[in-house]
C-alpha cells in the first residue's frame, strides 16, 4: 500500500482506487459497500460514483485486473520450454515483484478464499498451469531427475515461501528488529534464496 503521507498528493481517482482496495481487502467482496469506500477515500458517495459507477467497476479495475496478470504469468513461466529450474527462479522473481506492485492482492486471496472461494477460482478459471505442471513433475521423477514430490507440495512451497514475508511484514519487522527498507532488501534476496532452496531439495543431482 502506499504509504498515509503520500495518499494526500494523489488525484481524487486514485485514492479512490487505493481505498477500494484496502476495504475489498478488509472486507472482502461481498461486504463492501460503496459508501464505505468513499468514506474511507475521504470523499462524499456522488464523487465516487462520478469516478466509478459501481463496486463492480472498482472491484475488476483493482483486483480483477491484477489477478488476470498473475495468472497470465504463471501460465506464461510454466507453460514454457525452459527447464523446471529456470521456471522456479523466474516464478520466485516475477512473483515476488508482482506482490511489491500488488502488496494488497495477498490479503484479499486470504480474506476471500475463507468467504467467497468460488469468486476467487472463477477468476482464476481459465489458468491452465497446474495441470501442466502436475506433467511436468512425473515425467522428470519417472526420468530420475528430480525426487518424487506431489504438485500440491510443489505449489504450496513456491507460493508460501514467496508470500508470507508480505503477509507478515508488520510483525516481522518488530520482531527481527531491522527497518522497513532493510526489509525490503531481504525480499530482494529471497527472489535467489527461494529457487535455490526448492531446486537443491527437488534436484537429485543440481542442474547447470
Known amino acids: 500500500m502506499i504509504p498515509d503521507e503520500d495518499i494526500a498528493t494523489l488525484s481524487t481517482e486514485e485514492k479512490i482506487k487505493h481505498a477500494a482496495a484496502r476495504v475489498f481487502t478488509r472486507k472482502g467482496y461481498a461486504a463492501t459497500k460503496t459508501r464505505d469506500i468513499a468514506e474511507e477515500a475521504g470523499i462524499n458517495i456522488a464523487s465516487l460514483h462520478y469516478y466509478y ?68 477460482n472463477e477468476m482464476l478459471s ?13 515425467d522428470l521423477t519417472e526420468k530420475g531427475i528430480i525426487r518424487p514430490i506431489h504438485h500440491g507440495h510443489f505449489m504450496m512451497n513456491l507460493v508460501s515461501l514467496t508470500v508470507f514475508p ?37 534436484y537429485i543431482q543440481k542442474p547447470t
Open 53 to 120: 459507477r459501481s463496486k463492480d467497476r472498482l472491484f475488476e479495475l483493482i483486483i480483477g485486473e491484477a489477478l488476470r496478470v498473475f495468472s497470465s504469468t504463471m501460465d506464461e513461466i510454466f507453460g514454457s520450454q525452459i527447464p523446471l529450474h529456470e521456471k522456479i527462479k523466474a516464478f520466485a522473481s516475477r512473483y515476488i515483484d508482482f506482490i511489491k506492485e500488488n502488496p494488497y492482492i495477498p490479503l484479499f486471496i486470504v480474506s476471500e478464499s475463507h468467504t467467497n472461494v468460488d469468486r476467487i
Open 126 to 138: 481459465d489458468q491452465k498451469t497446474i495441470d501442466k505442471l502436475k506433467l511436468e513433475l512425473e
Open 166 to 202: 508480505f503477509l507478515s511484514k508488520p510483525l516481522l519487522l518488530k520482531k527481527i528488529g531491522i527497518s522497513s527498507s532493510e526489509y525490503d532488501m531481504l525480499i530482494e534476496e529471497r527472489k535467489s534464496m527461494i529457487a535455490e532452496m526448492l531446486i537443491n531439495y527437488l
